[in-house]
């Protein structure tokens, strides 16, 4: 099964955090001068005395985020996530994570799609970090339709949330309707040979990877896991325990992010062979994105041939 | 053009008042420490003057009502000189006086650097030097957006201008023209190690340096500037009062003090920035600020300390 292309993150952001403060006047935007790329700026048209520009200065933006939480307003952050959590890393851990303030870490450009800007903007190892930050909520959306779920259940939720959003259209995996249920996974794909789980829009390529592998006799269980911090434990072990083999795969490092939360949660409560697709250690490259894909091994065809290597390995 | 600040003219009691705050704010700072056997001194001494104005004389605050929506805030930055803050807090009533002895200890709500989520009345966390600025910020841009007059207040240290967080804040808060922001930057000329000037091998305090080089860089930046002896009470309340007033611009009161300022073998050293404090060295200090010899609040405080 091909799925259809959805819109980009991106895009969602703007609309629905414009929409959300339709409704709700506690909701602003600070922009660190990305607005029109991350979509920022659908929300400064509509909403122009709540977009608060911050300029080229990050670590005061994140800073000021918290000051403008306690007032009691709803910051939502636009810039790349690379400058909204790891350049102002300090500020995000004293200031809002230590603090609990109610600030949303928004703002696409997550993984490989950057617009072919490369390693700077490119950003593999977010999880890993902000999943490391206590009292840090961290979600993962794969598509359009749950990009804007999470973001509706972010603003009701009271206290800091990082959000992971891609910049570019990605494919569709749920359908509107779809409800978001924050900490638990989702089973996308029921099957009896090995679970596949994966994390935000790369979901949508390992559920065209089981197509393929269906083909070649193997039948996979996917979950898909939009919360990964709290982590989904139970769900994680049932997964795991219905085909006694793992794998995992995602658009992210492989140290520390959903393998390493997946290995972690299952040698404590159900020992499992755990086997993670990802990205090894590296710096990555620009490039379009159908090439990343292909040379990092997170493409469809790809990730169906790697899981099929490592179950012919035994 | 910085301001001098003019001196308030201060009925003689509330003077006297404030002066013997700032003195008991010393004492609580110098005991305290020493009890614990931890923690900074000559940041928080040079600070005692303009805590002690601002808790007894200019914040808008309720203690009993530590979370008051129209109160100002206050953010002590420079997050290390928390035992400054705790004793003016004790003193004007957010917690008793006797919870001082547990300053810096597990289960403390007087954590070494200050915790919001511990104590009430404190009105962000801090410790990591440069950040409450930005905080401040946002506590200004979020009271003109609902529309209230509290004022923020943001302590900084002069060595804590160094990290570039505090010039990206203030870029921003003459950009958003954030006029209920007020820096105030505690310029006692030491930090904790710092450089050996070529004529100072000693690590001697800079020459005070009025209209120097942290005026220009806030002036630069688009703030008001007000500078004031930092140990002159009616000129603090004076310069307070103007900042009160506003013009447009964030405020920035350059307070040019003396690090570890009423303690005698203190004062204008940097290596009291924190250092343990001998019996010997705690009694001369007691005896400097004027604070009568008898049975230390160790005792008088029930054994509490």
Known sequence: ????????????????????????????????????????????????????????????????????????????????????????????????????????????????????????????????????MPNMVVLSPCDDTEAREVLRWSAAYDGPVYIRLMRDATQRLFEDGHAFRFGEAVTVREGRDVTLVSTGAQTSRVVEAADLLAADGIDAHVVHVPTIKPFPAAAIVEAAAKTGRVITIEEHSVIGGLGGAVAETLSELRPTRVQRIGLYDIFTESGTNADLLELYGLSAPKVAAQVGALLREG | MSEIAAPAALDPRELARLTEVARRIRVEIVRTVAHAKAGHLGGPLSAADMLAVLYFHTLRIRPDIPDWPERDRLILSKGHSSVALYAAMALRGYFPLEEMATFDAVGSRLQGHPDMLRLPGLDMSTGSLGMGISAGA????????????????????????????????????????????????????????????????????????????????????????????????????GAFDAAARPDGRPVAVIAHTVKGKGVSFMEDRYYWHTRPITPEELAIAMQDLGEPPGPQAAETAGGAR
């Open chain 2, 138 to 237: 946002g506590m200004a841009l979020g009271a003109r957006l609902s529309g209230l007059d509290a004022r923020t207040y943001v302590i900084l240290g002069d060595g804590e201008c160094q990290e570039g967080e505090v010039w990206e804040a203030a870029m921003v808060g003459a950009r958003h023209r954030l006029d209920n922001l007020v820096a105030i930057v505690d310029h006692n000329r030491l930090q904790q190690f710092g450089w050996v000037a070529s004529a100072a091998p000693e690590r001697t305090p800079h020459p005070p340096h009025w209209g120097g080089e942290l005026v220009a860089k806030w002036e630069a930046f688009g703030w008001r500037v007000i500078e004031v002896d930092g140990h002159d009470i009616p000129a603090f309340v």
């Open chain 1, 1 to 132: 099964m091909s799925l259809p292309m959805g819109r980009a993150q991106r895009e969602i952001f703007g609309e629905t955090v414009t929409e959300l403060a339709n409704d709700d006047p506690r909701i602003v935007v600070l922009d660190a001068d990305l607005g029109s790329s991350t979509k920022g700026d659908i929300f400064e048209k509509a909403h122009p005395e709540r977009y608060l520009q911050m300029g080229i200065a990050e670590q005061n933006m994140l800073g000021v985020a918290a000051g403008i939480a306690m007032m009691g307003y709803i910051p939502y952050i636009s810039t790349f996530v690379s400058f909204a959590v790891v350049r102002p890393l300090d500020q995000v851990r004293v200031l809002i994570a230590q603090t609990r303030a109610n600030v949303k870490i928004t703002g696409a450009y997550a993984g490989l799609f950057t617009g072919q800007a490369g390693k700077t903007h490119q950003i593999v190892d977010d999880v890993s970090i902000m999943r490391a």
